[in-house]
């Protein structure tokens, strides 16, 4: 009886170490599945991170480049309204 008790007793603990056992390698797979993840997640924020300045530089490159021409187009005006002026003066002076 006393040996029949202590066999249980064995078989429950060997059981319990078993689902013990099982619970913790589910546990490390989980957790290297997070951290697998996490090198992944932050993998493609820093791709995104980078995409993100490309295209912000590419827009102030563009901003800078369009900022020229518009002052080259205002100056380009402002030189054909003073002509025009001349010309104006020189006719009016002309009668």
Do not use: C, P, W
């Amino acid at each position: 009886m006393k040996n029949q008790i202590e066999i249980e007793k064995q078989k429950k603990e060997a059981s319990q170490q078993q689902d013990l056992d099982r619970k913790n390698k589910k546990i490390n797979d989980l957790m290297q599945e997070i951290d697998n993840k996490m090198i992944e997640n932050q993998s493609r924020y820093d791709q995104l991170y980078d995409s993100k300045k490309e295209l912000e530089n590419n827009y102030k490159e563009k901003i800078k480049g369009m900022t020229v021409a518009h002052q080259d187009e205002m100056e380009r005006r402002k030189q054909d309204y003073a002509e025009k002026m001349d010309a104006d003066q020189q006719r009016f002076d002309d009668l």
